[in-house]
């Protein structure tokens, strides 16, 4: 089992920086990838990013340039940092973890910390 708990969102004008951390505990050393993901009121959730344990990374194309997604050495913490912040980026984040164990995939989400950008 693998547990995640995101922090770092809140309260940021347009423009503005924030810094996401995912840190996860459990069965970290089976962890393969981890991802962000975000939820607007009323839409679907959508990828935001993702990093794999060799360090590859996988942006949304609308958000390339802005946010960088990346993992410390023990791969037990993922961060999201963003830049230039919108209104648009406002919703609630999502860590997301994934396992790869005797040719199954696993994976394991945190509970969401929110992101709010004002203009």
């Known amino acids: 089992q693998v547990q995640l708990v995101e922090s770092g969102g809140g309260l940021v004008q347009a423009g503005g920086s924030l810094r996401l951390s995912c840190a996860a505990s459990?069965?970290?050393?089976?962890?393969?990838?981890m991802g962000w993901y975000r939820q607007a009121p009323g839409k679907q959730r959508e990828l935001v990013a993702s990093i794999t344990r060799g360090g590859n990374t996988n942006y949304a194309d609308s958000l390339k340039g802005r946010f960088t997604i990346s993992r410390d050495g023990t791969n037990n913490t993922a961060y999201l940092q963003m830049n230039s912040l919108r209104p648009e980026d406002t919703g609630v984040y999502y860590c997301k973890a994934v396992r790869n164990l005797v040719g199954r995939e696993y994976a394991y989400w945190g509970q969401g910390t929110q992101v709010t950008v004002s203009s």
């Open positions: 459990g069965s970290i050393f089976t962890i393969n990838a």
